[in-house]
T-cell receptor
Framework: DTGVSQNPRHKITKRGQNVTFRCDPI?????LYWYRQTLGQGPEFLTY????????KSRLLSDRFSAERPKGSFSTLEIQRTEQGDSAMYLC??????????FGPGTRLTVT | LAKTTQPISMDSYEGQEVNITCSHN???????ITWYQQFPSQGPRFIIQ???TKVTNEVASLFIPADRKSSTLSLPRVSLSDTAVYYC???????????FGAGTRLAVHP
């Protein structure tokens, strides 16, 4: 399977802990996106990379959130000092410039 | 905020044609209309994209009138496996960030 992969698929953590998610995009895609989705809502854009450069960040991405894409390949999204409101599905997508975005299966985060 | 308006939910039966209409009154000249499908616990999947008139692929058709203020996604002969949420988006074709609304929940019944 050469699609977008995300790990872990599920994460349960206690409030105040740090969590990190990983996204492996389709290998030839230079663009990578992170979205967050809560129950009953559509995905909300968080941030976007072109190669290793982070080109746009949503205001949803508070200072507790950080994303990286070293060497323009996989990406990580870290949430520090998690809060219950961070509970959501975190989706990663990748694309080639000018083409549609391909989404991964998501990481479901539950903060207790 | 999403730039589109679509029905919250629709019901259909197996074998019927389903048409989901989306309003985008403020669509810009360089905006394309794109539809995604999402099943529970999965990421959205691209279905179809168009700029004007009609676009057809192996799974759906997209009808766009001349004023481009609305569009209709047509799913021919739906099956139970087409039960999903369908999102209509308008974006500039550069495939930058996608702005999703709440989508239309389609339920296909036997």
């Amino acid at each position: 399977d050469t699609g977008v992969s995300q790990n872990p698929r599920h994460k349960i953590t206690k409030r105040g802990q740090n969590v990190t998610f990983r996204c492996d995009p389709i290998s030839e895609h230079n663009r990578l996106y992170w979205y967050r989705q809560t129950l009953g809502q559509g995905p909300e854009f968080l941030t976007y990379f072109q190669n290793e450069a982070q080109l746009e960040k949503s205001r949803l991405l508070s200072d507790r959130f950080s994303a990286e894409r070293p060497k323009g390949s996989f990406s990580t999204l870290e949430i520090q000092r998690t809060e219950q409101g961070d509970s959501a599905m975190y989706l990663c997508a990748s694309s080639s410039q000018g083409d549609e975005q391909y989404f991964g299966p998501g990481t479901r985060l539950t903060v207790t | 905020l999403a730039k589109t308006t679509q029905p919250i939910s629709m019901d259909s039966y197996e074998g019927q044609e389903v048409n989901i209409t989306c309003s985008h009154n403020n669509i810009a000249t360089n905006d394309y209309i794109t539809w995604y499908q999402q099943f529970p616990s999965q990421g959205p999947r691209f279905i179809i994209q168009g700029y004007k008139t009609k676009v057809t692929n192996e799974v759906a058709s997209l009808f766009i009138p001349a004023d481009r203020k609305s569009s209709t996604l047509s799913l021919p002969r739906v099956s139970l496996s087409d039960t999903a949420v369908y999102y209509c988006l308008v974006e500039d074709g550069g495939y930058n960030k996608l702005i999703f609304g709440a989508g239309t929940r389609l339920a296909v019944h036997p």
